[in-house]
């Protein structure tokens, strides 16, 4: 909708400041046209905005003195061939930084605005082990090293996104329970910060299924799906949820935690203390046991989960009974609480992602089979299971993307070029 400049208000101070938010909104408002529709002409993207040409001028002005667009030619059009100024997104120069810690490595994936990616890399780490303060330095350590690539490729860190299996309190930065990690209370944000130092780039965190869920609805293999679950993979098993094209939250920012739905009193106890939850059937450290039990979690150090996972698969390729038997339960368990979510949220698909996609062969079908069994709208929810492509790097993928949406929204962050003249810039 067009962004409209109100009504001056009594106050100077006042003023100032509902023009600064207003322009703050119009220029992201121009830079979200751009990111979905590719290069446009200035009167383009006015047309499309609702903005008046001479504001979009203005504004274009400033985003290219920002370095966050760049001219890409002439467009012709009409019998005349009247010229016409194209634009396109840029933001080669700032980048974005996602990191990922879990129960058994950290991850980091940064790209730049134009989304060239700088830097992919996962360590395997015994975060599970080894606390919270030994788990940040090792986190501060990676990120350091990334945010080094980063600014050698010629791209200014603008934040760091992390992601954290566990609740998180988003507006502080801080995990307020992480089961599988152990941590309660952990200011994240503000202890990154200080590993990190030099106050190189503000730090925001959020839950990894979340984040994961945002990088399948924006760039995935569900991508575009407006009802949708996302769920991870790991040594415990979170949720993003994805209601009528956005990230459902609940009242206080703690929805998903589908890993600790009660689905077997009798069961095993979870890292979060309960008995049964559904993650002690379906995450990663539930199928090792079951398969691989001399390889258990806490028998010794933690490899990386792509070794996990290989020696399952391998498992499968020779066709050992005890392995097939443990993938062919977490299937079923995985169907029993996918049809909760399926009578829950009503999904049009449920994306598996991290060690659940790498074995999707062998865990969809009897997983399919005992969703369809237990909904009670049967066929008609047309819910299927979908693998994710995205693997282990879904939420340092979504992590970024995060930093991705905080530069949209307030282009003026970056960079601190003055307005330039738009007497030359105008085009048409």
Same mark, same amino acid.
């Given at each position: 909708?067009?962004?409209?400049?109100?009504?001056?208000?009594?106050?100077?101070?006042?003023?100032?400041?509902?023009?600064?938010?207003?322009?703050?909104?119009?220029?992201?408002?121009?830079?979200?046209?751009?990111?979905?529709?590719?290069?446009?002409?200035?009167?383009?993207?006015?047309?499309?905005?609702?903005?008046?040409?001479?504001?979009?001028?203005?504004?274009?002005?400033?985003?290219?003195?920002?370095?966050?667009?760049?001219?890409?030619?002439?467009?012709?059009?009409?019998?005349?061939?009247?010229?016409?100024?194209?634009?396109?997104?840029?933001?080669?120069?700032?980048?974005?930084?996602?990191?990922?810690?879990?129960?058994?490595?950290?991850?980091?994936?940064?790209?730049?605005?134009?989304?060239?990616?700088?830097?992919?890399?996962?360590?395997?780490?015994?975060?599970?082990?080894?606390?919270?303060?030994?788990?940040?330095?090792?986190?501060?350590?990676?990120?350091?090293?990334?945010?080094?690539?980063?600014?050698?490729?010629?791209?200014?860190?603008?934040?760091?996104?992390?992601?954290?299996?566990?609740?998180?309190?988003?507006?502080?930065?801080?995990?307020?329970?992480?089961?599988?990690?152990?941590?309660?209370?952990? #200011?994240?944000?503000?202890?990154?910060?200080?590993?990190?130092?030099?106050?190189?780039?503000?730090?925001?965190?959020?839950?990894?299924?979340?984040?994961?869920?945002?990088?399948?609805?924006?760039?995935?293999?569900?991508?575009?799906?407006?009802?949708?679950?996302?769920?991870?993979?790991?040594?415990?098993?979170?949720?993003?949820?994805?209601?009528?094209?956005?990230?459902?939250?609940?009242?206080?920012?703690?929805?998903?935690?589908?890993?600790?739905?009660?689905?077997?009193?009798?069961?095993?106890?979870?890292?979060?203390?309960?008995?049964?939850?559904?993650?002690?059937?379906?995450?990663?450290?539930?199928?090792?046991?079951?398969?691989?039990?001399?390889?258990?979690?806490?028998?010794?150090?933690?490899?990386?989960?792509?070794?996990?996972?290989?020696?399952?698969?391998?498992?499968?390729?020779?066709?050992?009974?005890?392995?097939?038997?443990?993938?062919?339960?977490?299937?079923?368990?995985?169907?029993?609480?996918?049809?909760?979510?399926?009578?829950?949220?009503?999904?049009?698909?449920?994306?598996?992602?991290?060690?659940?996609?790498?074995?999707?062969?062998?865990?969809?079908? #009897?997983?399919?089979?005992?969703?369809?069994?237990?909904?009670?709208?049967?066929?008609?929810?047309?819910?299927?299971?979908?693998?994710?492509?995205?693997?282990?790097?879904?939420?340092?993928?979504?992590?970024?993307?995060?930093?991705?949406?905080?530069?949209?929204?307030?282009?003026?962050?970056?960079?601190?070029?003055?307005?330039?003249?738009?007497?030359?810039?105008?085009?048409?």
């Amino acid at each position: 909708m067009a962004q409209r400049r109100p009504a001056a208000p009594a106050g100077g101070g006042a003023q100032a400041v509902g023009h600064a938010s207003l322009r703050r909104a119009n220029l992201a408002l121009v830079l979200r046209h751009l990111r979905e529709e590719g290069s446009c002409s200035r009167s383009d993207i006015a047309d499309a905005t609702g903005l008046h040409r001479a504001t979009v001028s203005n504004l274009m002005a400033e985003l290219l003195g920002r370095g966050l667009v760049r001219e890409v030619g002439i467009e012709h059009i009409g019998a005349v061939g009247r010229p016409r100024r194209a634009v396109a997104l840029d933001g080669s120069h700032v980048g974005v930084l996602g990191t990922e810690i879990n129960v058994d490595y950290v991850a980091v994936y940064g790209t730049d605005l134009a989304g060239r990616v700088l830097v992919e890399r996962r360590v395997g780490f015994d975060a599970m082990g080894m606390g919270p303060d030994r788990s940040l330095k090792e986190l501060g350590r990676v990120a350091k090293e990334a945010l080094d690539d980063l600014t050698a490729s010629g791209a200014v860190p603008a934040g760091i996104g992390v992601a954290v299996p566990g609740l998180v309190d988003v507006a502080r930065g801080a995990v307020s329970f992480a089961p599988n990690l152990g941590w309660r209370d952990l #200011p994240l944000a503000e202890r990154l910060q200080a590993e990190i130092g030099d106050g190189r780039a503000p730090v925001m965190v959020d839950n990894d299924a979340n984040l994961a869920a945002l990088a399948e609805f924006t760039g995935g293999v569900a991508a575009g799906t407006p009802d949708m679950v996302y769920l991870t993979g790991e040594v415990g098993v979170g949720g993003g949820i994805i209601v009528a094209g956005a990230l459902l939250r609940g009242a206080d920012g703690f929805s998903g935690e589908v890993g600790h739905m009660p689905v077997d009193p009798t069961g095993s106890r979870c890292g979060c203390g309960r008995v049964g939850c559904w993650e002690t059937k379906v995450g990663l450290a539930a199928l090792v046991s079951s398969a691989t039990p001399e390889r258990a979690y806490g028998l010794g150090p933690a490899p990386d989960p792509e070794e996990r996972v290989a020696e399952i698969a391998q498992g499968l390729a020779a066709g050992d009974p005890r392995v097939m038997a443990a993938v062919a339960e977490v299937g079923r368990w995985l169907g029993l609480g996918g049809s909760i979510l399926v009578n829950l949220f009503n999904p049009r698909a449920i994306v598996l992602g991290g060690y659940f996609a790498k074995l999707a062969e062998r865990l969809i079908p #009897p997983a399919q089979a005992e969703l369809e069994r237990l909904v009670i709208a049967g066929p008609a929810a047309r819910c299927r299971f979908l693998a994710s492509g995205l693997g282990f790097g879904a939420a340092s993928r979504g992590a970024a993307s995060m930093v991705v949406e905080q530069v949209i929204n307030d282009p003026t962050a970056i960079g601190s070029a003055p307005i330039a003249s738009t007497t030359n810039l105008a085009g048409r």
